[in-house]
């Protein structure tokens, strides 16, 4: 084999193997003939064929790419200053327009970080920032016991996700003609800057506040009551026992009067006795040991001793 015929069969296979190429399942390809797109799309996996030399395979994702922005400081429409970092998923649907509108991925991202910032910055100044922040009309779970203060939150007509979905529509409007498709996009992160934030942490702490001296005036106005129950719970237990003393006390006496009166109406000699002995009594409660004591004949307590020493 001389060296002519080595020579043709190596362009022979040169030529056989940059005329077959193989498509993965995940791809998408364009053939291009001195720069021009040549037939249609091909987007079925497998082995294929193109004219070698002149034909130029480009390849593109068929699958959800991804875009992922930069934090930007905003304006809203009440003029706070915020910082907003958004991302997104997209994906190629024609894959001759996106060639011929953005050649490849690198220039489609381009293009979507001038149309998904734009969108985003246009959308956030046509709102207030309690709408930029918010989602809902809820109302907020620490706030229960002072419903009847509106200005706790107001309510929004529109919230995060109504201006996501404005940012997407008006977004995949004009990407309609590029050859690819926006899935979806959402808010990464929403933070304030450092003015706004300060404002922010104040109206929260007055917030606080105020609703932690809503608590401690119904806290104090309970403990009111609570005392004015036991204060009146307390004067009707000493009332009720003060009459039941009074009671017993009504009936000790009666009872011991009724001793005494028996006592009194018993036999002369029993009756001498409890007369000395109550005499006693009475001396006992009255006299000390510096008192002198005049007795006259007459007197029962001189007749007493005067019997005794008799005995």
């Known amino acids: 084999m001389n060296k002519l015929t080595l020579a043709l069969i190596i362009l022979a296979v040169l030529v056989a193997v940059s005329s077959v190429y193989v498509v993965q399942e995940p791809e998408q390809v364009i053939i291009t003939q001195f720069g021009k797109p040549v037939g249609d799309p091909i987007q079925t996996p497998g082995l294929h064929f193109k004219i070698p030399l002149i034909q130029e395979v480009h390849r593109f994702d068929k699958r959800f790419l991804e875009w992922d922005g930069d934090p ?22 024609d894959p001759l327009l996106y060639f011929q509108r953005l050649n490849n991925e690198r220039g489609a991202q381009t293009r979507l970080d001038d149309i998904l910032d734009g969108e985003t910055r246009n959308a956030i100044a046509s709102f207030d920032l309690e709408q930029v922040v918010r989602s809902t009309n809820r109302v907020p779970v620490a706030t229960e016991a002072v419903q009847d203060d509106e200005k706790v939150l107001g309510q929004i007509g529109k919230g995060r996700p109504d201006i996501r979905d404005e940012i997407l529509a008006k977004s995949q409007a004009r990407t309609s003609d590029l050859g690819i498709e926006i899935l979806d996009m959402e808010f990464k992160r929403i933070n304030y800057t450092d003015k706004v934030q300060r404002k922010v942490y104040e109206r929260m702490i007055s917030e606080r506040q105020r609703i932690a001296e809503r608590f401690r005036s119904v806290g104090q106005g309970e403990a009111f009551r ?49 007369e000395f002995l109550k005499t006693m009594e009475s001396y006992k409660t009255t006299l000390d040991k510096e008192s002198t004591l005049v007795l006259t004949t007459e007197g029962d307590f001189y007749r007493f001793l005067k019997r005794s020493k008799g005995q």
């Open 72 to 93: 930007n400081e905003l304006t809203t429409k009440d003029k706070r200053f915020i910082y907003v970092n958004m991302y997104a998923r997209w994906q190629i649907t």
């Open 226 to 274: 609570i005392r004015g129950t036991k204060d009146r719970e307390l004067l009707k237990i000493r009332s009720e026992a003060y009459r039941k003393a009074q009671e017993i006390k009504g009936q000790a006496d009666a009872d011991a009067t009724r001793i005494y009166a028996e006592a009194y109406n018993r036999s002369a000699q029993t009756r001498s006795f409890y």
